[in-house]
């Protein structure tokens, strides 16, 4: 098949599946990170953060019983104690921006799964010792269950989510690996907004 055919049955191909505009709702997430040990003296607690972030979806394919979106989501950033050796070593903040695709089944309760790339942005304030910050860009995957009101205009909806990274920093041999290594290793989150 050609180039030009490719071209004309994609172009036919988003015409006749209905489309239909997407979704817009306010995520507040808790993040779980994941305590560190350097060379078995120097201990870092695990740090948990919270937040409100943003998420749309633009809908490309929409077969009424099963959807299928692109994601953004934007979290800025939140900060937590950053705990060594059980005092307090500063502060440790983590935010991040995502791209993304889900698929929503619509039965009784919706079910949402989706994976999406995350640049997350790793921060900690020592106070006297200074600032720094790294960026680690890592896939996560989601899964989710909620409800929708079906509306005729707009639908309200409510989901419960868990997110996980499908890759993980190990190495904590500079201060950039210890911030990455320190970085969420799990999500759980109440998202809520309209369908239109």
Not at 63 to 83: M, R
Not at 95 to 104: I, P
Not at 170 to 196: E, H, M, N
Request: hydrophobic share 45%; glycine share 10%.
């Amino acid at each position: 098949m050609s180039l030009f055919h490719r071209i004309q049955v994609i172009a036919f191909a988003v015409c006749v599946l209905p489309v239909s505009a997407g979704e817009l709702g306010l995520l507040y997430t808790k993040q779980f990170g994941k305590a560190q040990t350097i060379a078995s003296t120097d201990k870092y607690d695990a740090v948990d953060t919270a937040n409100i972030g943003l998420r749309g979806s633009f809908s490309v394919v929409d077969l009424k019983v099963v959807e299928f979106s692109f994601t953004g989501t934007y979290q800025p950033k939140a900060e937590q104690d950053l705990i060594r050796n059980g005092a307090n070593f500063g502060k440790y903040g983590v935010g991040y921006a995502a791209l993304g695709a889900q698929v929503d089944w619509k039965l009784l309760l919706n079910l949402n799964a989706g994976v999406e790339m995350r640049r997350e942005t790793l921060s900690w304030d020592l106070g006297a010792l200074g600032k720094d910050e790294s960026t680690l860009t890592r896939p996560w995957a989601r899964a989710g269950i909620g409800f929708s009101v079906p509306l005729p205009v707009v639908s309200p909806f409510v989901r419960l989510e868990v997110a996980v990274p499908l890759s993980k920093e190990d190495r904590t041999s500079t201060p950039d690996s210890i911030r990455k290594a320190l970085a969420p290793q799990l999500q759980v989150g109440l998202y809520a907004g309209i369908r239109f």
